[in-house]
C-alpha cells in the first residue's frame, strides 16, 4: 500500500513527527492510515503546493516507483534519501513549480495582510474617485446633459464592470501572488504578454503618481493665488510643492503597508464627507448662490439641461475626458501579495467599489443638472426685466435673466463656466477643497505603492534579466524599497516638467491595455478549454470578456488614437522581445492550452486526409540517441526537415538504464534551446533491435508518423560483436518490412562525440534549473551507461583531445556552417520512388545549402549514354527540380581481391567441414557469408562504385546514392556490411538512400 508520510528537504534536517513509525527491514516511515500501517498517503493540501525554488523544503507524496516497484529496488534507491529518512526533492522536473519569483506557502509572522474592505474597496473607491468628481464632472453634465453624462459614465461602468468580473475569474482560478495585473496576465497569458504589459502597467503607474500630485499642486497654487502668496511663479511653485509632497508620501509608503493602509483610510473619510457635503448642499438653498447658477431642484432646470449643448466638444471627446476617472479598478489587485486572501478580497472588493462609486458618479451627474443652470453672470442684478419676453431659459421662468452669456460668452459660472462648481454648491466649501486634496493624494499613493510592488512581480519572474536588482525585498513584507526610490525618481522626474497634459492620453492607455489583455485572457482561457481552467468566480462569460477586450481597445482609440496607436507599439515591441529571450518559465497559460487545443484539432482533421503525392515530405526517425550525441547526423537530417517535415529523435535504452521522468526532459528543453525543430523519443526494451521496432511501430501521432528512419552507419562493425552487426542489418530488414524508407550517413571520421567530456548527456544539463535537475538525476541513477555527469558552461570539453577525437568533433560540426559553393552528387541508380532525389532537393533549398549546386549520376548503357542523359534531364525538368550536370556510368567491370580479403574473416567455409557442423554454426552465428552467397551476389558493382565515387565526387560537399538492397535470409549481415564498407570507404560524407518504392515525386498539377 503506499507512501511514506510527506518528506522534507535534506536540507530542512526535521525529524519525522511522533505519528510517523520507522520500519528498519525497509528504512521507510510509515503512516496510521484507517488504523493500519501503511506507506499510501492520504490526500494533503500540502502534496499540492509550490515550493519557492527546486530542492527547498517541501511535503511530497511518495512516488509511484516507491509504491510500485520491487521491494529491492526500492531499496536500491535509499541511496537518494538523506540521513533521517529525507528525501530529496526536485521541485521543477515536470515543469510544476512556478520557480522564478515563486514565495514560500508558509507566509513569515508578523506579515500584514488586509481584507477585502481595507486591501481592496477601499483602494479602489479612492482611485476611482479622483479629482474628475470634483473639477471636472458638473463640466461634462454642462457639455453632455444629464442623458448623455448618464450614458458615459454607464459605458465606463460597462468596460470597468466585464474587467472587473474578467480579473475576479483569474483572481479566483488559484492562488494570487503578489503582482497585480501583470501576475494575473501573465500567468494566464504566459510571460510574452504578462512581460510587455508588467513594465507599461508599472510605469503608467509611477508616471500617475507624478499627475496625481501635480493636480494636487495646481490645487494648493490656485488657493496660494487667491491668497496672493505665491512663492515664485506658478510653474514653480507646482514643482516646489509637488516634490514635497511625493516625499511625504514616499515616507508614509516606506514606513510600511500598514501605515499607507491607515493614511488610505484617513483619506476616505475625508472624500466621503466631501461628498456627503456636496450632497446636503444641493437640498441647502442661499439666495447668494442663485445669481452663480445654484436655483435650487427645479423641473425646468432638469429638462432644459437633460439634452447635451456641446460647445467645442462631441461627445466622444467628452467621454474621453471622463473615462481616465474609471481607471483605478486594479488598485486592489495590484497589491494582491499583500491580501489576507486574494481569491475573495479581489472580487468582492473590486466590484462593489465600480458600483458605489459609478452610483456617486451618477448621483452628481443627476443633482448637478437639476439644480444648476449652463451659464450664469455672478451678477445679483440680472433679474427678469421688461426684455422678459426674449428670455426664454430656465432661468428666466425663476427669476435670472442670463441670456448675455450666450451673447458675449464671458460668464464665469454655470455647469459650462465654472469648475468649481460643487465648491460653491456645497454645505462647506472647504471641505470640498479637502476632498479634491484626498482624491488626488489618495490616487498618487495608491500608485507610489502599486508600481513597485507590480515591478517587482516582474523583476523577481526576471523577464527581462537587466532588472533583476528591483526583485529584492525588504522587511517582513518584502517590501520593495528599491522599487519605491525607482517609481519616486520618475515621479519627481515628470513632477518637474509640470506639464502633463501630452503625457495624460498615454497612461490611460496603458492603463487600457491591461484592461483589454486581463479581458482577453478570460476568452483566452475559456477557449482552451483547460482542465486547470475552472474559477470559483462564476458570473464571467467568455464572449462578453472578448467584448469587454474590444471594447478597451475601442475607448483606447476614442481617447487619442495617436497615443492608442503608440501603446500598441510599444506593447508589441516588448512582446517581440520577450519572446524572442524565451524565458524559462512554465506557468500553464491558457496560450500552452490553447496550442495544445488546436493541436489536437488538426491533427484529427489530418487523419481524415488521404495521403496524396504533392503532399509528400520525408517524416525521419532519426536515431541519434541522447540528440547532442551524433550531431552531425541530427543537423544534416534538421537542415531538410526543418519547417517541411516531422523530425523524432529516437532513443533505444536498455531497461538497466531506466531512470525518472524529470531526467528524460533535458533532452527535450536542449532541442527546444538548440532551435532543433524535433521531438525526443526515448523507448526502454531490452535490446536495439527491439527498441527500434517499438519506434517504427509507434511512434509519431495520425498522419504525424514517421515515414523514413535514418541511421548511422556502424564505423567499427569489424572490430566489434558480430552480434550487434546481426542486430544492425535487422533494423534496417525491419524498416523496410515496415514500409520505411532507409537512409544511412556515413562520415569517414565517424558520428558518435558522446564519449568526449561534455559532450554526452551532460551538456544537455545547462542553466540553473538544469543543474538542479543533473543533481536530482545522479541522486536517483543507479544504472547508467555514461560514467559520469560533467556540468560544462559551454559545452566544450576541459581536457585536450587526442587527434582523432579532435577530427571527430570538428567533423560533427560540419553541417552547423554554411557550405558555401559546392555541389551535392546524387547518384540515383536505382529507381526507388524519388526520395534519393527528393532530399538532395530540400536540402539545397535550405539557407546553408543554397550555393550547393545538384549534380545527378545516373546508370546506362555504354552504347546509349547521349540518350540516357537526355531521358533523364526530361523527368528533372518535368520535376522542376533544378541540375548542373548529368553524368551516365557505364562500366563496373573492376578486381575484387580488395574485397575478397575484406570479408575472409566473416565465411563459413562449408566445403571444410561437415553439413550438420556447417548448419548448425550458420544458425548460431547468421553473419557467416557462404559460398552459395558469393556466387548469387556479386559484389563487383560496389565495388567500381566505389572507385567511380572517388573519381566523380571526391570534393562534393555531399554524396546522396542509392543504398544497395540485400534481400532478407539471403545475404549475411556480413556481407551485407561489406558492401556498405566498400561502397562508402574514404569518401566525402555520404548518404545512402532507399525509399519504399511509392512515388514521392510527381510532374501532375
Same mark, same amino acid.
Given at each position: 500500500?503506499?507512501?511514506?508520510?510527506?518528506?522534507?528537504?535534506?536540507?530542512?534536517?526535521?525529524?519525522?513527527?511522533?505519528?510517523?513509525?520507522?520500519?528498519?527491514?525497509?528504512?521507510?516511515?510509515? +503512516?496510521?492510515?484507517?488504523?493500519?500501517?501503511?506507506? !499510501?498517503?492520504?490526500?494533503?493540501?500540502?502534496?499540492?503546493? =509550490?515550493?519557492?525554488?527546486?530542492?527547498?523544503?517541501?511535503?511530497?507524496?511518495?512516488?509511484?516507483?516507491?509504491?510500485?516497484?520491487?521491494?529491492?529496488?526500492?531499496?536500491?534507491?535509499?541511496?537518494?534519501?538523506?540521513?533521517?529518512?529525507?528525501? %530529496?526533492?526536485?521541485?521543477?522536473?515536470?515543469?510544476?513549480? !512556478?520557480?522564478?519569483?515563486?514565495?514560500?506557502?508558509?507566509?513569515?509572522?508578523?506579515?500584514?495582510?488586509?481584507?477585502?474592505?481595507?486591501?481592496?474597496?477601499?483602494?479602489?473607491?479612492?482611485?476611482?474617485?479622483?479629482?474628475?468628481?470634483?473639477?471636472?464632472?458638473? %463640466?461634462?453634465?454642462?457639455?453632455?446633459?444629464?442623458?448623455?453624462? &448618464?450614458?458615459?459614465? @454607464?459605458?465606463?461602468?460597462?468596460?470597468?464592470?466585464?474587467?472587473?468580473?474578467?480579473?475576479?475569474?483569474?483572481?479566483?482560478?488559484?492562488?494570487?501572488?503578489?503582482?497585480?495585473?501583470?501576475?494575473?496576465?501573465?500567468?494566464?497569458?504566459? *510571460?510574452?504578454?504578462?512581460?510587455?504589459?508588467?513594465?507599461?502597467?508599472?510605469?503608467?503607474?509611477?508616471?500617475?503618481?507624478?499627475?496625481?500630485?501635480?493636480?494636487?499642486?495646481?490645487?494648493?497654487?490656485?488657493?496660494?493665488?487667491?491668497?496672493?502668496?505665491?512663492?515664485?511663479?506658478?510653474?514653480?511653485?507646482?514643482?516646489?510643492?509637488?516634490?514635497?509632497?511625493?516625499?511625504?508620501?514616499?515616507?508614509?509608503?516606506?514606513?510600511?503597508?500598514?501605515?499607507?493602509?491607515?493614511?488610505?483610510?484617513? +483619506?476616505?473619510?475625508?472624500?466621503?464627507?466631501?461628498?456627503?457635503?456636496?450632497?446636503?448642499?444641493?437640498?441647502?438653498?442661499?439666495?447668494?448662490?442663485? *445669481?452663480?447658477?445654484?436655483?435650487?431642484?427645479?423641473?425646468?432646470?432638469?429638462?432644459?439641461?437633460?439634452?447635451?449643448?456641446?460647445?467645442?466638444?462631441?461627445?466622444?471627446?467628452?467621454?474621453?475626458?471622463?473615462?481616465?476617472?474609471?481607471?483605478?479598478?486594479?488598485?486592489?489587485?495590484?497589491?494582491?501579495? !499583500?491580501?489576507? /486572501?486574494? =481569491?475573495?478580497?479581489?472580487?468582492?472588493?473590486?466590484?462593489?467599489?465600480?458600483?458605489?462609486?459609478?452610483?456617486?458618479?451618477?448621483?452628481?451627474?443627476?443633482?448637478?443638472?437639476?439644480?444648476?443652470?449652463? /451659464?450664469?453672470?455672478?451678477?445679483?442684478?440680472?433679474?427678469?426685466?421688461?426684455?422678459?419676453?426674449?428670455?426664454?431659459?430656465?432661468?428666466?421662468?425663476?427669476?435670472?435673466?442670463?441670456?448675455?452669456?450666450?451673447?458675449?460668452?464671458? &460668464?464665469?459660472?454655470?455647469?459650462?463656466?465654472?469648475?468649481?462648481?460643487?465648491?460653491?454648491?456645497?454645505?462647506?466649501?472647504?471641505?470640498?477643497?479637502?476632498?479634491?486634496?484626498?482624491?488626488?493624494?489618495?490616487?498618487?499613493?495608491?500608485?507610489?505603492?502599486?508600481?513597485?510592488?507590480?515591478?517587482?512581480?516582474? &523583476?523577481?519572474?526576471?523577464?527581462?534579466?537587466?532588472?533583476?536588482?528591483?526583485?529584492?525585498?525588504?522587511?517582513?513584507?518584502?517590501?520593495?524599497?528599491?522599487?519605491?526610490?525607482?517609481?519616486?525618481?520618475?515621479?519627481?522626474?515628470?513632477?518637474?516638467?509640470?506639464?502633463?497634459?501630452?503625457?495624460?492620453?498615454?497612461?490611460?492607455?496603458?492603463?487600457?491595455?491591461?484592461?483589454?489583455?486581463?479581458?482577453?485572457?478570460?476568452?483566452?482561457? #475559456?477557449?482552451?478549454?483547460?482542465?486547470?481552467?475552472?474559477?470559483?468566480?462564476?458570473?464571467?462569460?467568455?464572449?462578453?470578456?472578448?467584448?469587454?477586450?474590444?471594447?478597451?481597445?475601442?475607448?483606447?482609440?476614442?481617447?487619442?488614437?495617436?497615443?492608442?496607436?503608440?501603446?500598441?507599439?510599444?506593447?508589441?515591441?516588448?512582446?517581440?522581445?520577450?519572446?524572442?529571450?524565451?524565458?524559462?518559465?512554465?506557468?500553464?497559460? #491558457?496560450?500552452?492550452?490553447?496550442?495544445?487545443?488546436?493541436?489536437?484539432?488538426?491533427?484529427?482533421?489530418?487523419?481524415?486526409?488521404?495521403?496524396?503525392?504533392?503532399?509528400?515530405?520525408?517524416?525521419?526517425?532519426?536515431?541519434?540517441?541522447?540528440?547532442?550525441?551524433?550531431?552531425?547526423?541530427?543537423?544534416?537530417?534538421?537542415?531538410?526537415?526543418?519547417?517541411?517535415?516531422?523530425?523524432?529523435?529516437?532513443?533505444?535504452?536498455?531497461?538497466?538504464?531506466?531512470?525518472?521522468?524529470?531526467?528524460?526532459?533535458?533532452? #527535450?528543453?536542449?532541442?527546444?534551446?538548440?532551435?532543433?525543430?524535433?521531438?525526443?523519443?526515448?523507448?526502454?526494451?531490452?535490446?536495439?533491435? =527491439?527498441?527500434?521496432?517499438?519506434?517504427?511501430?509507434?511512434?509519431?501521432?495520425?498522419?504525424?508518423?514517421?515515414?523514413?528512419?535514418?541511421?548511422?552507419?556502424?564505423?567499427?562493425?569489424?572490430?566489434?560483436?558480430?552480434?550487434?552487426?546481426?542486430?544492425?542489418?535487422?533494423?534496417?530488414?525491419?524498416?523496410?518490412?515496415?514500409?520505411?524508407?532507409?537512409?544511412? +550517413?556515413?562520415?569517414?571520421?565517424?558520428?558518435?562525440?558522446?564519449?568526449?567530456?561534455?559532450?554526452?548527456?551532460?551538456?544537455?544539463?545547462?542553466?540553473?534549473?538544469?543543474?538542479?535537475?543533473?543533481?536530482?538525476?545522479?541522486?536517483?541513477?543507479?544504472?547508467? @551507461?555514461?560514467?559520469?555527469?560533467?556540468?560544462?558552461?559551454?559545452?566544450?570539453?576541459?581536457?585536450?583531445?587526442?587527434?582523432?577525437?579532435?577530427?571527430?568533433?570538428?567533423?560533427?560540426? =560540419?553541417?552547423?556552417?554554411?557550405?558555401?559553393?559546392?555541389?551535392?552528387?546524387?547518384? %540515383?541508380?536505382?529507381?526507388?520512388?524519388?526520395?534519393?532525389?527528393?532530399?538532395?532537393?530540400?536540402?539545397?533549398?535550405?539557407?546553408?545549402?543554397?550555393?550547393?549546386?545538384?549534380?545527378?549520376?545516373?546508370?546506362?548503357?555504354?552504347?546509349?549514354?547521349?540518350?540516357?542523359?537526355?531521358?533523364?534531364?526530361?523527368?528533372?525538368?518535368?520535376?522542376?527540380?533544378?541540375?548542373?550536370?548529368?553524368?551516365?556510368?557505364?562500366?563496373?567491370?573492376?578486381?575484387?581481391?580488395?574485397?575478397?580479403?575484406?570479408?575472409?574473416?566473416?565465411?563459413?567455409?562449408?566445403?571444410?567441414?561437415?553439413?550438420?557442423?556447417?548448419?548448425?554454426?550458420?544458425?548460431?552465428?547468421?553473419?557467416?557469408?557462404?559460398?552459395?552467397? +558469393?556466387?548469387?551476389?556479386?559484389?563487383?558493382?560496389?565495388?567500381?562504385?566505389?572507385?567511380?565515387?572517388?573519381?566523380?565526387?571526391?570534393?562534393?560537399?555531399?554524396?546522396?546514392?542509392?543504398?544497395?538492397?540485400?534481400?532478407?535470409?539471403?545475404?549475411? #549481415?556480413?556481407?551485407?556490411?561489406?558492401?556498405?564498407?566498400?561502397?562508402?570507404?574514404?569518401?566525402?560524407?555520404?548518404?545512402?538512400?532507399?525509399?519504399?518504392?511509392?512515388?514521392?515525386?510527381?510532374?501532375?498539377?
Amino acid at each position: 500500500m503506499s507512501a511514506p508520510p510527506p518528506y522534507t528537504s535534506p536540507a530542512s534536517g526535521d525529524k519525522p513527527p511522533h505519528h510517523y513509525h520507522y520500519d528498519t527491514h525497509t528504512n521507510t516511515y510509515y +503512516l496510521r492510515t484507517f488504523g493500519h500501517n501503511t506507506i !499510501d498517503a492520504v490526500p494533503n493540501i500540502d502534496f499540492y503546493r =509550490q515550493t519557492a525554488a527546486p530542492f527547498a523544503e517541501k511535503l511530497i507524496r511518495p512516488t509511484l516507483s516507491e509504491l510500485h516497484d520491487e521491494l529491492d529496488k526500492v531499496r536500491a534507491h535509499e541511496g537518494g534519501r538523506a540521513e533521517g529518512g529525507t528525501r %530529496w526533492v526536485y521541485g521543477g522536473v515536470n515543469g510544476m513549480g !512556478d520557480l522564478p519569483g515563486n514565495q514560500p506557502a508558509v507566509e513569515p509572522k508578523g506579515v500584514i495582510k488586509f481584507g477585502w474592505i481595507k486591501g481592496v474597496l477601499v483602494r479602489c473607491m479612492l482611485n476611482i474617485w479622483g479629482v474628475m468628481l470634483f473639477i471636472r464632472m458638473s %463640466w461634462i453634465v454642462g457639455q453632455a446633459g444629464i442623458g448623455f453624462s &448618464c450614458v458615459i459614465v @454607464l459605458m465606463s461602468m460597462v468596460v470597468t464592470t466585464i474587467t472587473g468580473l474578467s480579473t475576479s475569474a483569474i483572481a479566483t482560478n488559484g492562488f494570487v501572488r503578489g503582482g497585480g495585473a501583470y501576475y494575473l496576465i501573465s500567468r494566464s497569458l504566459g *510571460p510574452e504578454f504578462g512581460g510587455s504589459i508588467g513594465l507599461i502597467f508599472a510605469f503608467a503607474n509611477a508616471v500617475a503618481v507624478a499627475m496625481y500630485v501635480v493636480g494636487f499642486a495646481e490645487t494648493v497654487v490656485e488657493l496660494l493665488k487667491d491668497a496672493d502668496a505665491i512663492m515664485l511663479d506658478e510653474i514653480n511653485d507646482v514643482r516646489i510643492i509637488g516634490v514635497l509632497t511625493i516625499v511625504l508620501l514616499l515616507g508614509i509608503s516606506v514606513a510600511g503597508m500598514e501605515w499607507e493602509a491607515k493614511a488610505q483610510i484617513f +483619506l476616505l473619510v475625508i472624500l466621503i464627507t466631501a461628498i456627503f457635503n456636496y450632497f446636503i448642499g444641493t437640498f441647502i438653498s442661499v439666495e447668494a448662490k442663485e *445669481p452663480k447658477g445654484f436655483l435650487g431642484y427645479k423641473a425646468e432646470i432638469f429638462l432644459e439641461n437633460i439634452g447635451p449643448d456641446f460647445r467645442g466638444e462631441t461627445f466622444f471627446s467628452v467621454f474621453a475626458i471622463f473615462f481616465p476617472a474609471a481607471t483605478g479598478i486594479l488598485a486592489g489587485a495590484n497589491i494582491s501579495g !499583500d491580501l489576507l /486572501d486574494p =481569491q475573495v478580497a479581489i472580487p468582492r472588493g473590486t466590484l462593489l467599489a465600480i458600483l458605489i462609486t459609478g452610483l456617486v458618479y451618477l448621483g452628481v451627474a443627476v443633482t448637478a443638472g437639476s439644480c444648476i443652470v449652463r /451659464d450664469a453672470t455672478g451678477n445679483s442684478n440680472d433679474t427678469i426685466s421688461s426684455q422678459f419676453q426674449n428670455c426664454t431659459d430656465a432661468a428666466c421662468k425663476l427669476g435670472y435673466d442670463f441670456s448675455s452669456c450666450k451673447v458675449t460668452s464671458d &460668464c464665469k459660472y454655470g455647469l459650462q463656466n465654472d469648475f468649481q462648481v460643487m465648491t460653491m454648491v456645497s454645505g462647506f466649501g472647504p471641505l470640498i477643497t479637502a476632498g479634491v486634496f484626498s482624491a488626488t493624494l489618495s490616487s498618487a499613493l495608491a500608485s507610489l505603492v502599486s508600481a513597485p510592488k507590480v515591478f517587482q512581480a516582474l &523583476c523577481k519572474d526576471n523577464i527581462y534579466p537587466g532588472l533583476s536588482f528591483f526583485a529584492k525585498g525588504y522587511g517582513k513584507n518584502n517590501e520593495p524599497l528599491r522599487g519605491y526610490v525607482l517609481t519616486f525618481i520618475i515621479g519627481v522626474a515628470f513632477i518637474l516638467i509640470a506639464q502633463l497634459n501630452a503625457i495624460a492620453p498615454i497612461i490611460s492607455n496603458f492603463f487600457l491595455a491591461s484592461y483589454a489583455l486581463i479581458n482577453f485572457s478570460v476568452f483566452h482561457a #475559456s477557449l482552451a478549454n483547460s482542465p486547470g481552467w475552472r474559477p470559483s468566480f462564476k458570473y464571467y462569460n467568455m464572449w462578453v470578456s472578448l467584448g469587454g477586450a474590444v471594447l478597451c481597445c475601442v475607448v483606447m482609440f476614442v481617447i487619442n488614437w495617436w497615443a492608442a496607436l503608440l501603446t500598441n507599439v510599444i506593447v508589441l515591441a516588448l512582446y517581440i522581445y520577450v519572446s524572442y529571450k524565451k524565458p524559462d518559465v512554465n506557468w500553464g497559460s #491558457s496560450t500552452q492550452a490553447l496550442t495544445y487545443h488546436q493541436a489536437l484539432t488538426h491533427s484529427l482533421q489530418l487523419s481524415g486526409v488521404e495521403d496524396h503525392i504533392k503532399n509528400f515530405r520525408p517524416q525521419c526517425l532519426v536515431m541519434t540517441g541522447y540528440p547532442n550525441s551524433r550531431p552531425a547526423l541530427l543537423n544534416l537530417v534538421h537542415a531538410f526537415t526543418k519547417n517541411v517535415g516531422l523530425m523524432i529523435c529516437g532513443h533505444v535504452r536498455t531497461v538497466g538504464e531506466m531512470i525518472t521522468i524529470g531526467c528524460c526532459a533535458a533532452p #527535450s528543453r536542449w532541442l527546444l534551446k538548440n532551435e532543433t525543430k524535433a521531438f525526443y523519443n526515448p523507448v526502454f526494451a531490452e535490446d536495439l533491435r =527491439q527498441g527500434t521496432q517499438c519506434l517504427l511501430q509507434a511512434a509519431g501521432l495520425g498522419r504525424l508518423k514517421p515515414n523514413t528512419l535514418v541511421i548511422g552507419f556502424k564505423n567499427n562493425w569489424q572490430n566489434g560483436d558480430m552480434k550487434d552487426v546481426e542486430t544492425y542489418v535487422n533494423m534496417i530488414h525491419d524498416a523496410f518490412d515496415f514500409q520505411y524508407g532507409v537512409v544511412v +550517413l556515413r562520415l569517414k571520421e565517424g558520428l558518435d562525440v558522446s564519449h568526449i567530456q561534455g559532450q554526452g548527456m551532460s551538456s544537455m544539463f545547462t542553466g540553473n534549473t538544469d543543474v538542479q535537475l543533473l543533481k536530482f538525476c545522479r541522486l536517483r541513477m543507479r544504472v547508467l @551507461l555514461i560514467p559520469q555527469f560533467v556540468y560544462l558552461q559551454n559545452g566544450s570539453p576541459t581536457l585536450p583531445l587526442n587527434m582523432a577525437d579532435q577530427k571527430l568533433l570538428e567533423a560533427s560540426q =560540419q553541417f552547423q556552417k554554411k557550405q558555401g559553393k559546392g555541389t551535392v552528387d546524387v547518384w %540515383w541508380l536505382f529507381d526507388d520512388g524519388g526520395l534519393t532525389l527528393l532530399i538532395p532537393y530540400l536540402l539545397t533549398n535550405k539557407k546553408r545549402w543554397k550555393e550547393c549546386k545538384i549534380r545527378v549520376f545516373i546508370g546506362g548503357k555504354i552504347n546509349r549514354i547521349d540518350h540516357d542523359r537526355r531521358a533523364m534531364a526530361t523527368l528533372l525538368s518535368k520535376f522542376r527540380i533544378d541540375f548542373s550536370d548529368i553524368t551516365v556510368l557505364g562500366d563496373i567491370n573492376t578486381n575484387v581481391a580488395a574485397f575478397e580479403e575484406m570479408i575472409e574473416p566473416y565465411k563459413l567455409r562449408e566445403d571444410d567441414m561437415e553439413q550438420e557442423a556447417a548448419e548448425k554454426l550458420k544458425a548460431d552465428e547468421p553473419w557467416r557469408i557462404t559460398d552459395n552467397e +558469393l556466387e548469387l551476389y556479386k559484389t563487383n558493382r560496389q565495388i567500381r562504385l566505389n572507385e567511380l565515387l572517388k573519381e566523380h565526387s571526391s570534393t562534393a560537399n555531399l554524396i546522396v546514392m542509392s543504398m544497395p538492397l540485400a534481400r532478407k535470409g539471403a545475404v549475411s #549481415s556480413a556481407l551485407y556490411m561489406s558492401w556498405f564498407e566498400t561502397l562508402s570507404k574514404d569518401l566525402p560524407p555520404i548518404l545512402l538512400v532507399r525509399g519504399n518504392h511509392q512515388s514521392v515525386l510527381t510532374f501532375y498539377s
